[in-house]
């Protein structure tokens, strides 16, 4: 039997819920995003998707060519790769001009000569990020891509992170910017766009 005070109750949990997906849709950066470049690994895969959800990302791009997308585990990704958009591209032409049709800067994880170390950077401007597969890095033609070369700062024997930790310390630093600069206080959705999804996210 259902109780006036379950009724209750289940309404409460429905108005939170739908709050939620405003305030998360207001707060979504959707010139802000990751270029995951033949990442092979799941986890870390589910990871990145995790660290996207969790700083505001509202879509990556995914270059895969080399490898298979990996498959992600429902239990590990449902919860956040359902709240990231994903644009799949078959070439370095294509991945070109889907960026810059949204007028990004991109930047190429690196550690060349030539790499800049994340804080030189201003992530306030519509940016794109490529992560490179765990062994071979990003690709040349992918490189080739960029406006610049990006590494993060270490001061320990091992120079390099795991891709997954990387994209979160990257992430991090462009969400700290993009909060400083109230960039998150209003949306980057018009009202339309924010609408849809509002609608799309609320049937989920």
């Known amino acids: 039997m259902v109780t006036h005070k379950n009724a209750r109750n289940s309404q409460n949990r429905t108005d939170v819920?739908?709050?939620?997906i405003r305030r998360v849709l207001e707060?979504?950066?959707k010139d802000l995003t990751l270029v995951?470049?033949?990442?092979?690994?799941?986890?870390?895969?589910s990871a990145i998707y995790r660290s996207c959800d969790a700083f505001g990302v509202a879509g990556v791009h995914l270059y895969y060519t080399d490898v298979a997308?990996?498959?992600?585990?429902?239990?590990?990704?449902?919860?956040?790769?359902?709240?990231?958009?994903?644009?799949?591209h078959n070439s370095a032409a294509d991945l070109k001009a889907a960026l810059q049709e949204r007028g990004?800067?991109?930047y190429a994880t690196s550690c060349s000569p030539q790499a800049r170390p994340l804080g030189?950077?201003?992530?306030?401007?519509?940016?794109a990020i490529i992560l490179g597969n765990e062994h071979s890095g990003?690709?040349?033609?992918?490189?080739?891509?960029?406006?610049?070369?990006?590494?993060?700062?270490?001061?320990?024997?091992?120079q390099s992170f795991n891709v997954s930790v990387a994209a979160a310390v990257i992430l991090y630093e462009a969400a700290r910017q993009r909060?400083?600069?109230?960039l998150y206080d209003e949306p980057t959705y018009d009202a339309a766009e924010l609408e849809a999804l509002y609608e799309l996210w609320a049937s989920m």
Do not use: C
């Open 138 to 158: 990003v690709a040349p033609e992918l490189a080739g891509l960029a406006d610049a070369e990006v590494y993060i700062p270490m001061f320990g024997m091992i």
């Open 27 to 29: 707060n979504r950066q």
């Open 69 to 88: 997308f990996p498959h992600l585990a429902e239990k590990s990704s449902a919860s956040a790769r359902k709240w990231v958009q994903s644009f799949r």
């Open 120 to 127: 030189d950077f201003d992530f306030t401007k519509p940016s």
């Open 104 to 106: 990004m800067r991109v």
């Open 17 to 20: 819920r739908l709050e939620k």
């Open 179 to 182: 909060r400083a600069a109230g």
């Open 36 to 45: 995951l470049a033949n990442i092979h690994d799941p986890h870390n895969v």
